[in-house]
Nanobody, 119 residues
Framework: QVQLVESGGGLAQPGESLRLSCTASGITFSWYAMSWYRQAPGKERELVAVITNTGGSTNYANSVKGRFTISRDNAKNTVYLQMNSLEPEDTAVYYC????????????WGQGTQVTVSS
């Protein structure tokens, strides 16, 4: 059974930092590109950051560039999202996403973790 389990969400004040973690089980983690998405109330889910299966390349939404960093530890089957200089606009449910890079292309989602940025 495949599981992606997020943790690390919570309440932060503007300017503060949070680190999200997503630990995978039931998959060969190093075969998966991993991403973080987020969905704010009343808005569509959007891609925040993506990292290749080896961690050699990353990409970010313009809205988080320079503030968020995605990383992974394949030995721990875990992907991270370091979020600095948080803004109220970052408030959303954050979802971990894994996409197998080999055929067949399987895709998995975590259950989501709430991040609220408010003073």
């Amino acid at each position: 059974q495949v599981q992606l389990v997020e943790s690390g969400g919570g309440l932060a004040q503007p300017g503060e930092s949070l680190r999200l973690s997503c630990t995978a089980s039931g998959i060969t983690f190093s075969w998966y590109a991993m991403s973080w998405y987020r969905q704010a109330p009343g808005k569509e889910r959007e891609l925040v950051a993506v990292i290749t299966n080896t961690g050699g390349s990353t990409n970010y939404a313009n809205s988080v560039k320079g503030r968020f960093t995605i990383s992974r530890d394949n030995a721990k089957n875990t992907v991270y999202l370091q979020m600095n200089s948080l803004e109220p606009e970052d408030t959303a449910v954050y979802y971990c996403h894994g996409r197998r890079i080999y055929l067949p292309e399987y895709v998995y989602w975590g259950q989501g973790t709430q991040v609220t940025v408010s003073s």
